[in-house]
Protein backbone atom coordinates (compact mmCIF):
# COMPACT_ATOMS: atom_id res chain seq x y z
CA UNK A 1 0.00 0.00 0.00
CA UNK A 2 1.55 3.37 -1.13
CA UNK A 3 1.16 6.36 0.79
CA UNK A 4 -1.91 8.10 -0.78
CA UNK A 5 -3.59 4.65 -0.30
CA UNK A 6 -2.70 4.97 3.07
CA UNK A 7 -3.72 8.49 3.79
CA UNK A 8 -5.60 9.43 1.07
CA UNK A 9 -3.49 12.32 0.73
CA UNK A 10 0.40 12.64 -0.83
CA UNK A 11 2.32 15.60 -1.21
CA UNK A 12 3.95 16.13 -4.11
CA UNK A 13 7.34 17.82 -3.78
CA UNK A 14 8.90 20.11 -6.43
CA UNK A 15 6.02 19.40 -8.65
CA UNK A 16 6.68 22.27 -11.26
CA UNK A 17 9.16 23.41 -12.84
CA UNK A 18 11.26 26.52 -11.17
CA UNK A 19 10.81 28.78 -14.46
CA UNK A 20 7.41 27.88 -14.93
CA UNK A 21 6.30 28.35 -11.21
CA UNK A 22 7.98 32.28 -11.09
CA UNK A 23 6.06 32.78 -14.27
CA UNK A 24 2.72 31.57 -12.54
CA UNK A 25 3.29 33.00 -9.15
CA UNK A 26 3.77 36.82 -11.24
CA UNK A 27 0.32 36.85 -13.18
CA UNK A 28 -1.29 35.45 -9.65
CA UNK A 29 0.33 38.20 -7.86
CA UNK A 30 -1.31 40.33 -10.26
CA UNK A 31 -4.32 39.06 -10.04
CA UNK A 32 -4.05 38.93 -6.53
CA UNK A 33 -4.26 42.75 -6.43
CA UNK A 34 -6.81 42.58 -8.64
CA UNK A 35 -9.00 40.97 -6.33
CA UNK A 36 -8.00 43.29 -3.35
CA UNK A 37 -9.17 46.54 -5.43
CA UNK A 38 -12.21 45.39 -6.34
CA UNK A 39 -11.25 44.92 -9.86
CA UNK A 40 -12.65 41.47 -10.31
CA UNK A 41 -16.09 41.10 -9.14
CA UNK A 42 -15.56 37.13 -8.48
CA UNK A 43 -14.09 37.57 -5.05
CA UNK A 44 -14.63 35.75 -1.72
CA UNK A 45 -14.08 37.65 1.53
CA UNK A 46 -14.94 35.52 4.62
CA UNK A 47 -13.83 38.13 7.62
CA UNK A 48 -14.76 41.34 6.26
CA UNK A 49 -12.16 43.57 8.05
CA UNK A 50 -10.96 47.40 7.05
CA UNK A 51 -9.81 48.34 4.60
CA UNK A 52 -6.07 48.74 4.96
CA UNK A 53 -5.01 50.85 1.95
CA UNK A 54 -7.72 50.43 0.45
CA UNK A 55 -7.64 46.78 -0.02
CA UNK A 56 -10.31 44.57 0.79
CA UNK A 57 -9.21 41.43 3.03
CA UNK A 58 -9.75 38.95 0.12
CA UNK A 59 -9.67 35.14 0.81
CA UNK A 60 -10.20 33.82 -2.85
CA UNK A 61 -10.81 34.65 -6.50
CA UNK A 62 -13.36 32.91 -8.16
CA UNK A 63 -13.08 31.76 -11.91
CA UNK A 64 -9.43 32.75 -12.03
CA UNK A 65 -8.35 31.65 -15.50
CA UNK A 66 -10.65 33.89 -17.13
CA UNK A 67 -9.12 35.88 -19.66
CA UNK A 68 -11.12 39.12 -18.28
CA UNK A 69 -8.78 38.78 -15.15
CA UNK A 70 -5.45 37.85 -16.81
CA UNK A 71 -4.68 37.14 -20.22
CA UNK A 72 -1.46 34.45 -19.78
CA UNK A 73 -2.31 32.91 -16.64
CA UNK A 74 -4.55 29.67 -18.13
CA UNK A 75 -1.75 28.32 -20.94
CA UNK A 76 0.78 28.95 -17.89
CA UNK A 77 -1.99 26.32 -15.85
CA UNK A 78 -2.23 24.12 -18.87
CA UNK A 79 1.67 23.91 -19.42
CA UNK A 80 1.39 22.24 -15.57
CA UNK A 81 2.66 18.39 -16.00
CA UNK A 82 1.30 17.37 -13.23
CA UNK A 83 -1.77 16.01 -14.79
CA UNK A 84 0.17 12.10 -15.20
CA UNK A 85 1.29 12.30 -11.50
CA UNK A 86 -2.62 12.81 -10.92
CA UNK A 87 -3.30 9.67 -13.08
CA UNK A 88 -0.48 8.17 -11.55
CA UNK A 89 -1.50 8.29 -8.26
CA UNK A 90 -5.16 7.88 -8.67
CA UNK A 91 -5.05 5.44 -10.58
CA UNK A 92 -8.03 6.84 -13.22
CA UNK A 93 -7.88 6.70 -16.89
CA UNK A 94 -9.47 10.20 -17.32
CA UNK A 95 -11.20 12.86 -15.24
CA UNK A 96 -12.59 16.08 -15.29
CA UNK A 97 -12.03 19.60 -13.25
CA UNK A 98 -14.90 21.01 -12.18
CA UNK A 99 -13.60 23.51 -9.03
CA UNK A 100 -10.73 25.70 -9.88
CA UNK A 101 -10.00 29.03 -7.04
CA UNK A 102 -7.72 31.14 -6.22
CA UNK A 103 -6.72 31.15 -2.31
CA UNK A 104 -4.84 34.11 -1.46
CA UNK A 105 -3.88 35.70 2.50
CA UNK A 106 -2.61 38.69 3.75
CA UNK A 107 -0.18 38.60 6.46
CA UNK A 108 -1.62 40.52 8.96
CA UNK A 109 -5.25 38.47 9.79
CA UNK A 110 -5.20 35.04 11.28
CA UNK A 111 -7.68 31.87 9.58
CA UNK A 112 -9.02 28.97 10.83
CA UNK A 113 -11.74 27.58 8.52
CA UNK A 114 -14.67 24.88 10.05
CA UNK A 115 -13.60 21.43 10.02
CA UNK A 116 -15.61 19.75 7.06
CA UNK A 117 -15.45 17.30 4.02
CA UNK A 118 -16.07 18.67 0.67
CA UNK A 119 -17.41 15.22 -0.60
CA UNK A 120 -20.60 13.81 -0.46
CA UNK A 121 -19.40 11.33 1.97
CA UNK A 122 -16.73 9.24 3.48
CA UNK A 123 -14.54 8.18 1.09
CA UNK A 124 -14.82 9.38 -2.24
CA UNK A 125 -11.77 7.76 -4.20
CA UNK A 126 -13.38 9.43 -7.21
CA UNK A 127 -13.35 12.97 -5.72
CA UNK A 128 -9.74 14.53 -5.39
CA UNK A 129 -8.75 17.82 -5.12
CA UNK A 130 -5.21 19.09 -5.69
CA UNK A 131 -3.39 22.42 -4.28
CA UNK A 132 -0.90 23.96 -5.97
CA UNK A 133 1.37 25.99 -3.86
CA UNK A 134 2.64 29.23 -4.86
CA UNK A 135 4.11 29.92 -1.20
CA UNK A 136 6.02 29.12 1.85
CA UNK A 137 2.57 27.57 3.92
CA UNK A 138 1.85 26.02 6.81
CA UNK A 139 -0.88 24.85 8.53
CA UNK A 140 -3.95 23.06 6.56
CA UNK A 141 -5.03 20.53 8.77
CA UNK A 142 -6.57 16.85 7.41
CA UNK A 143 -7.19 13.84 8.88
CA UNK A 144 -5.67 10.50 7.21
CA UNK A 145 -7.75 8.24 5.99
CA UNK A 146 -6.26 5.50 8.18
CA UNK A 147 -7.35 7.72 11.47
CA UNK A 148 -11.13 8.58 9.88
CA UNK A 149 -12.78 5.80 11.76
CA UNK A 150 -10.99 7.56 15.05
CA UNK A 151 -13.40 10.40 14.73
CA UNK A 152 -16.08 8.60 16.45
CA UNK A 153 -14.56 8.50 19.57
CA UNK A 154 -14.59 12.81 19.61
CA UNK A 155 -18.35 12.32 18.97
CA UNK A 156 -17.34 13.94 14.65
CA UNK A 157 -19.80 11.89 11.74
CA UNK A 158 -17.27 9.28 9.91
CA UNK A 159 -18.54 10.00 6.85
CA UNK A 160 -20.23 13.17 6.58
CA UNK A 161 -20.09 16.75 7.55
CA UNK A 162 -19.70 17.97 11.21
CA UNK A 163 -22.84 20.10 11.89
CA UNK A 164 -22.65 20.97 15.71
CA UNK A 165 -20.53 23.61 16.38
CA UNK A 166 -18.49 22.12 18.79
CA UNK A 167 -17.50 19.57 15.79
CA UNK A 168 -17.16 22.66 13.18
CA UNK A 169 -14.96 24.50 15.62
CA UNK A 170 -13.87 21.22 17.71
CA UNK A 171 -10.67 21.39 19.42
CA UNK A 172 -9.10 17.69 18.15
CA UNK A 173 -6.09 16.27 19.57
CA UNK A 174 -3.09 17.15 17.44
CA UNK A 175 -2.15 13.44 17.30
CA UNK A 176 -5.34 13.04 15.41
CA UNK A 177 -4.80 15.20 12.47
CA UNK A 178 -1.53 15.79 10.02
CA UNK A 179 -0.33 19.77 9.35
CA UNK A 180 0.85 19.96 6.04
CA UNK A 181 3.36 22.10 5.02
CA UNK A 182 4.52 22.89 1.71
CA UNK A 183 7.17 25.38 -0.24
CA UNK A 184 6.01 27.05 -3.59
CA UNK A 185 5.89 24.63 -6.47
CA UNK A 186 4.30 21.70 -4.07
CA UNK A 187 1.43 20.03 -5.35
CA UNK A 188 -0.76 18.44 -2.70
CA UNK A 189 -3.80 16.03 -3.77
CA UNK A 190 -6.26 14.43 -0.98
CA UNK A 191 -9.56 12.54 -1.24
CA UNK A 192 -12.00 15.52 -1.44
CA UNK A 193 -13.86 13.52 1.98
CA UNK A 194 -11.02 13.24 4.10
CA UNK A 195 -12.15 15.93 7.18
CA UNK A 196 -10.10 18.83 6.79
CA UNK A 197 -9.75 22.96 8.09
CA UNK A 198 -8.23 25.39 6.56
CA UNK A 199 -5.74 26.84 9.27
CA UNK A 200 -3.35 30.00 8.18
CA UNK A 201 -1.30 32.74 10.07
CA UNK A 202 0.74 33.71 7.55
CA UNK A 203 0.18 34.78 3.92
CA UNK A 204 -0.82 32.21 1.61
CA UNK A 205 -1.32 32.06 -2.62
CA UNK A 206 -2.14 28.56 -3.75
CA UNK A 207 -4.54 27.25 -6.23
CA UNK A 208 -7.55 24.96 -5.34
CA UNK A 209 -8.73 22.72 -7.44
CA UNK A 210 -11.41 19.51 -7.85
CA UNK A 211 -10.67 16.29 -10.18
CA UNK A 212 -13.43 13.80 -10.45
CA UNK A 213 -12.67 10.64 -12.22
CA UNK A 214 -14.33 9.79 -15.83
CA UNK A 215 -15.31 6.44 -16.24
CA UNK A 216 -15.88 6.92 -20.22
CA UNK A 217 -12.64 7.59 -21.67
CA UNK A 218 -13.00 10.97 -23.90
CA UNK A 219 -10.27 12.26 -26.13
CA UNK A 220 -8.00 14.06 -24.58
CA UNK A 221 -8.05 18.08 -25.66
CA UNK A 222 -4.22 19.49 -25.69
CA UNK A 223 -5.58 22.58 -25.08
CA UNK A 224 -7.88 21.90 -21.95
CA UNK A 225 -4.94 19.37 -20.32
CA UNK A 226 -7.37 19.59 -16.80
CA UNK A 227 -10.53 18.96 -18.69
CA UNK A 228 -12.12 21.86 -16.96
CA UNK A 229 -15.74 22.84 -17.28
CA UNK A 230 -16.84 25.42 -19.71
CA UNK A 231 -17.80 28.17 -16.60
CA UNK A 232 -13.70 27.85 -15.90
CA UNK A 233 -12.52 28.13 -19.77
CA UNK A 234 -10.84 31.41 -20.45
CA UNK A 235 -13.43 32.85 -22.80
CA UNK A 236 -16.43 32.27 -20.94
CA UNK A 237 -18.82 34.93 -20.80
CA UNK A 238 -19.14 36.34 -17.93
CA UNK A 239 -23.08 37.82 -17.94
CA UNK A 240 -23.26 33.91 -17.52
CA UNK A 241 -21.58 33.83 -13.92
CA UNK A 242 -23.18 37.17 -12.75
CA UNK A 243 -26.48 35.62 -12.28
CA UNK A 244 -25.60 32.78 -10.07
CA UNK A 245 -23.38 34.61 -8.31
CA UNK A 246 -23.37 36.56 -4.81
CA UNK A 247 -20.92 39.87 -6.21
CA UNK A 248 -18.87 41.57 -3.15
CA UNK A 249 -19.59 45.35 -3.09
CA UNK A 250 -17.14 47.59 -1.57
CA UNK A 251 -19.52 49.75 0.72
CA UNK A 252 -18.12 52.84 2.49
CA UNK A 253 -20.74 54.04 4.09
CA UNK A 254 -20.64 54.86 7.85
CA UNK A 255 -22.79 51.58 8.87
CA UNK A 256 -20.08 49.59 6.62
CA UNK A 257 -17.16 50.97 7.60
CA UNK A 258 -18.43 50.53 11.61
CA UNK A 259 -19.15 46.99 11.33
CA UNK A 260 -15.56 46.32 9.86
CA UNK A 261 -14.26 48.07 12.68
CA UNK A 262 -16.36 46.18 15.22
CA UNK A 263 -14.77 42.75 13.44
CA UNK A 264 -11.03 44.17 13.66
CA UNK A 265 -12.18 45.61 17.52
CA UNK A 266 -13.31 41.29 18.15
CA UNK A 267 -10.16 40.17 16.21
CA UNK A 268 -8.52 41.23 19.62
CA UNK A 269 -10.26 39.08 21.70
CA UNK A 270 -11.54 35.72 22.68
CA UNK A 271 -14.47 33.95 20.74
CA UNK A 272 -17.07 35.14 23.49
CA UNK A 273 -20.12 32.63 22.18
CA UNK A 274 -17.56 29.75 21.83
CA UNK A 275 -16.92 30.15 25.81
CA UNK A 276 -20.45 30.59 26.57
CA UNK A 277 -21.48 27.18 24.32
CA UNK A 278 -18.35 25.45 26.09
CA UNK A 279 -19.93 25.99 29.66
CA UNK A 280 -22.96 25.69 28.52
CA UNK A 281 -24.02 23.29 25.73
CA UNK A 282 -20.80 21.38 24.42
CA UNK A 283 -19.85 18.36 26.49
CA UNK A 284 -17.23 16.07 24.93
CA UNK A 285 -15.64 18.46 22.20
CA UNK A 286 -14.78 21.72 23.27
CA UNK A 287 -15.03 24.56 20.53
CA UNK A 288 -11.21 26.31 19.83
CA UNK A 289 -11.43 30.29 21.91
CA UNK A 290 -9.09 32.14 19.62
CA UNK A 291 -10.41 30.66 16.10
CA UNK A 292 -9.84 33.98 13.67
CA UNK A 293 -8.03 35.97 16.16
CA UNK A 294 -5.32 37.67 16.95
CA UNK A 295 -4.11 34.30 19.47
CA UNK A 296 -5.01 31.99 17.21
FE1 LIG B 1 -12.54 22.12 1.83
Redesign the pocket.
Known sequence: MNDFEKKGYYLFKKAINPSLLSQIVKETEEMFDKGKKNLWPFIRVYNDYPYLKDNINVFGLDFPLNEKLNKNIYNLINKLDYVKKLKEISKWENFKTSVIRLHVFENFFNYEGFW?R?GSTFPTPNQIQSVIYLKHEKGFRIVPKNKNHLLEKYDYPLKDNPKKNSQLRGKLPYEMFDVIEAEAGDVLFFEAALL?Q?FSKKERMHFHLRHENLINTIPADSNNNFNFNKEFLPNYDLDNLYANYNVYIKKNDFRSKFKRFLRLFFYFLPRFKSIFRNIFKNKDIKETLFHNTFYQ
Open positions: HDHG
